[in-house]
Nanobody
Framework: EVQLMESGGGTVQPGASLRLSCAAS?????????IYWVRRSPGKGLEWVST????????YYRDSVKGRFTVSRDNAKNTVDLQMNSLKLEDTGVYYC???????????????????????WGQGTQVTVSS
C-alpha cells in the first residue's frame, strides 16, 4: 500500500550538487508523517542523513551534512526533497526516503541500530561522487 519512490540520483564530481526527490503514494494524510533520508554505503553501512516533520517545520541533519544538505517537503504534492550541495566522496551511497510507521510524531533520528527495517522504505536512488 505505502509507496515511496526516490529519484534524482546520479554521478557527479566533488563540489557538485544534486537534488533528490521522494514521491509518496498509497496512504492518506501525508502531512502527518515524519520522513527520513537514510543512505547506505559500503564503508559505513546504513546511515541516517536527515529528518523532516510532517509540516516541515522541524528538520534535523547528521553533523557531516549540516550546512550542505537541505530537506524540504511539499505536502500538496506528496513529495520530500533533499538538496545536496558541495558533495563529497564520502556522500556516495544509495539514498532512501523512509516514512515513519506512525502518524503525528517521529524521531529526531530513526532507531536504525535496533530496527534496521524501521518504517516504510523506497527503492533508493544511487548517488556517486567521483573525481
Amino acid at each position: 500500500e505505502v509507496q515511496l519512490m526516490e529519484s534524482g540520483g546520479g554521478t557527479v564530481q566533488p563540489g557538485a550538487s544534486l537534488r533528490l526527490s521522494c514521491a509518496a503514494s498509497g496512504f492518506t494524510n501525508f502531512f502527518n508523517y515524519y520522513i527520513y533520508w537514510v543512505r547506505r554505503s559500503p564503508g559505513k553501512g546504513l546511515e541516517w542523513v536527515s529528518t523532516i516533520s510532517g509540516g516541515g517545520g522541524v528538520t534535523y541533519y547528521r553533523d557531516s551534512v549540516k550546512g550542505r544538505f537541505t530537506v524540504s517537503r511539499d505536502n500538496a504534492k506528496n513529495t520530500v526533497d533533499l538538496q545536496m550541495n558541495s558533495l563529497k566522496l564520502e556522500d556516495t551511497g544509495v539514498y532512501y526516503c523512509v516514512r515513519d510507521p506512525r502518524p503525528n510524531d517521529g524521531w529526531v533520528r530513526p532507531p536504525l541500530e535496533r530496527e534496521p527495517h524501521f518504517g516504510h522504505w523506497g527503492q533508493g536512488t544511487q548517488v556517486t561522487v567521483s573525481s
